[in-house]
């Protein structure tokens, strides 16, 4: 009885929409015209940012098990590594905003 009750549900609500064949038969690229040119410019500042985004998220991800390591050991040791780790990790951030890598819109 369920299934009798949902499949007239989903009959009643299927809404189908035929588009041409022409557009199903047009290669899918990711959002962009396939048929514009290929070689269009794009921004270095939005690829920079990006580059700089996976750098140091990547660096964000390798303190993930260091702050294991951290709880379960009390190590002097340890935690100077991650104060210097984290040191170098800020040092190298605030030399991208100096130098303005990191800014959107340049002034």
């Known amino acids: 009885m369920l299934c009798v009750i949902l499949q007239v549900i989903y009959t009643m ?3 189908t929409q035929h ?3 022409d557009e199903k038969l047009t290669p899918f ?4 015209d396939p048929l ?16 700089l985004f996976l750098i140091f998220d990547v ?3 390798l303190l993930f098990p260091i702050l294991t390591m951290l709880t379960a050991n009390n190590s002097t ?13 800020l040092f190298g951030l605030f ?3 100096n130098e303005g890598a990191i800014d959107w819109v340049s002034s």
């Open 36 to 51: 514009s040119a290929s070689r269009t410019p794009f921004s270095t500042r939005f690829f920079i940012l990006v580059v």
């Open 59 to 61: 660096e964000i991800a």
């Open 95 to 97: 030399h991208e905003w």
């Open 29 to 32: 690229e990711c959002g962009f």
């Open 13 to 15: 609500t299927s809404f």
């Open 77 to 89: 040791q340890l935690g100077f590594m991650v104060f210097l780790f984290l040191v170098i990790l």
């Open 19 to 21: 588009s041409s064949p």
